[in-house]
């Protein structure tokens, strides 16, 4: 399994930006694929946005469509998320994960087929 550490959470304003990173550790990085989840309180935790290797294919549930934009550094094995036109919907404890391999484009949403999370990084929205 991968070691994950998520930074970058916050408290922000509506309409703000806030970038996530996830530093992994543990596991080829270039070989697995990687997402970011988040849980608001009294909801079950859903999917955000995934970016696989081979190539780098990135998939974003609806809710964050051209708000938010997920990257990779394979040299730096860094996961970000970069968050622009922030909603108070947007509030969320959020956590990246890694699978190792090559997810299926139908897979990534799934959060049953990623092996290792981090403790998550919580990010505020204010309205």
């Known amino acids: 399994q991968a070691r994950l550490r998520e930074s970058g959470g916050g408290l922000v304003q509506a309409g703000d930006s806030l970038r996530l990173s996830c530093a992994a550790s543990g596991r080829p990085f270039s070989r697995t694929s990687l997402a970011w989840f988040r849980q608001a309180p009294g909801k079950e935790r859903e999917f955000v946005a995934a970016i696989s290797w081979s190539p780098n294919n990135t998939y974003y549930a609806d809710s964050v469509k051209g708000r938010f934009t997920i990257s990779r550094d394979n040299t730096g094995n860094t996961l970000s998320l970069e968050m622009i036109d922030l909603k108070p919907e947007d509030t969320a404890v959020y956590y990246c994960?890694?699978?190792?391999?090559?997810?299926?484009?139908?897979?990534?949403?799934?959060?049953?087929?990623?092996?290792?999370w981090g403790q998550g990084t919580q990010v505020t929205v204010s309205s």
């Open positions: 994960a890694s699978a190792t391999g090559l997810l299926h484009r139908l897979a990534v949403r799934n959060i049953k087929v990623y092996d290792s």
